[in-house]
C-alpha cells in the first residue's frame, strides 16, 4: 500500500469520490481552496431561452428559474446533468469553454444568448462569441474568493480544478508543487507555469481527476 503518499485536493470531496482516494492507501487532505458566494441577481431583464453555463457553480441560479422552456450550452458532462435533473434540457455540452464556443459558433449563430457566469469568469469563450458577432449578455451569478492556505508538509500530488485555484495554492505554497493533476487542460495550462510536471485527466469530471493521480502516483 502507499500510505506514506499524500494527496492534496483543493476541492473538497463527497465520501464516494474521498473513498475512491482513501482506498488505494493513499492519504488526503481536501479543502476549498475557493469559496463561492452566490449573487443573486435580478434576471428579469435577461432573455432566458439560450443559456451558456461553463461552471458547475452557476447551476445553483436555475432554481429560481421557474419555466422550464430553456435550451443549456454547457462546459462538462456532470454539469450538464445537475441541470438535466433540475428538469432543463441540455443543447450541447463541450470539454472546454473554448470547445463550446466553437460549437456554438458552429451550430447556433443565429440565437440569442445569455451566459450566467462567475465575476471572475475567463475570457475564452465571451472573446469568441464577441468577434463573431454572436449576441450574448452575461449575467454574473456568483463570485468565489481564494482561500491561500499554506501546508508545512509536501504533498506527492495536489488534485487542481481552475487556474484560479491552482495560482492560490502556487501563491501560498511555492515549493510544493511536485506533481499537478489537473481536470482539464485549462487548468493545466496555469499548472505548467509552476512545474511542468502535470497530468490532465481524459474527462472534465472530479472522479477522473481522482483517478488520474491514483494512476500517476501507483504507477511512480
Partial sequence: MNINKRVLSTKLLNEPQSELLLATGLAMVHFNILNIKMLNPSM??????????????????????????????????????????????????????????????????????TYLCGVHRRDELPQALSTTQINFMEVKVYDSVVVEKSFDCIFDAVLFFSPRGVHAFAKANPQNLHLAICIGETTATAARIYTQNVKVAHKTTVENTIVTAVKALLND
Avoid at 67 to 74: I, L, R, T
Fill in 44 to 113: 428579469d431583464h435577461a432573455v432566458l431561452h439560450h443559456i451558456i453555463i461553463t461552471s458547475s457553480n452557476a447551476v445553483e441560479a436555475l432554481k429560481s428559474i421557474q419555466n422550464k422552456d430553456q435550451q443549456f450550452y454547457v462546459v462538462g458532462e456532470k454539469t450538464a446533468l445537475e441541470i438535466r435533473e433540475l428538469g432543463f434540457s441540455v443543447k450541447e455540452v463541450a470539454q472546454n469553454a473554448a470547445q463550446l464556443a466553437q460549437n456554438i459558433i458552429a451550430k447556433y449563430s443565429k440565437h440569442h444568448f
